[in-house]
T-cell receptor, first 112, second 111 residues
């Protein structure tokens, strides 16, 4: 069964304290792995798509990497405005519709 | 360019009632997917519409149904509401199987 597990569930950082969020997955043929940011009560905001092991994508203080079994979202020198829930989702290659299978998310709090 | 829009923003219903949620996709997108997100959980796939047909369905009962119109907009209908249907309902649009962009969601509360 296709599955996504994110860790930790919650993370508290001081402003400027870099860290990483983990997304482990089991899927029958990965077509794509997606990272989203979600603010409370709002819809997820698209951040990155990764397609193959070894691929990396960067956007401001965020960098996403992908291996054959997991993905990491590295946050460098975070600011309070980076506080949000970060969701990881996979798209199985066998799916003819590209439905997304999500993890439960990591809630990040960055304190000034 | 307007992104994905959803209406209404919030909705309160009682058990047994029926509800219709609406979604307009991002310009240039032809595929609409619906997700249910319970508090503290990741979104769960309900179904996806492309070319006005349901293409794939998640593990949701037949009380959940949908429709896609020729202009690619979509509706999600839920009949015989249960307390457990209270959640944030998210619509996502895409071009075929490419990146999905989400709307702001509709918060449904069932009393």
């Amino acid at each position: 069964e296709d599955q996504v597990t994110q860790s930790p569930e919650a993370l508290r950082l001081q402003e400027g304290e870099s860290s990483s969020l983990n997304c482990s997955y089991t899927v029958s043929g990965l077509r794509g792995l997606f990272w989203y940011r979600q603010d409370p009560g709002k819809g997820p905001e698209f951040l990155f798509t990764l397609y193959s092991a070894g691929e990396e994508k960067e956007k401001e203080r965020l960098k996403a990497t992908l291996t054959k079994k997991e993905s990491f979202l590295h946050i460098t020198a975070p600011k309070p405005e980076d506080s949000a829930t970060y969701l990881c989702a996979v798209q199985a290659g066998s799916s003819n519709t590209g439905k997304l299978i999500f993890g439960q998310g990591t809630t990040l709090q960055v304190k000034p | 360019d307007a992104g994905v829009t959803q209406s209404p923003t919030h909705l309160i219903k009682t058990r047994g009632q029926q509800v219709t949620l609406r979604c307009s996709p991002k310009s240039g997108h032809d595929t609409v997917s619906w997700y249910q997100q319970a508090l503290g959980q990741g979104p769960q796939f309900i179904f996806q519409y492309y070319e006005e047909e349901e293409r794939q369905r998640g593990n949701f009962p037949d009380r959940f149904s949908g429709h896609q119109f020729p202009n690619y907009s979509s509706e999600l209908n839920v009949n015989a509401l249960l307390l457990g249907d209270s959640a944030l309902y998210l619509c996502a649009s895409s071009h075929l199987r490419n990146e999905q962009f989400f709307g702001p969601g509709t918060r449904l509360t069932v009393l």
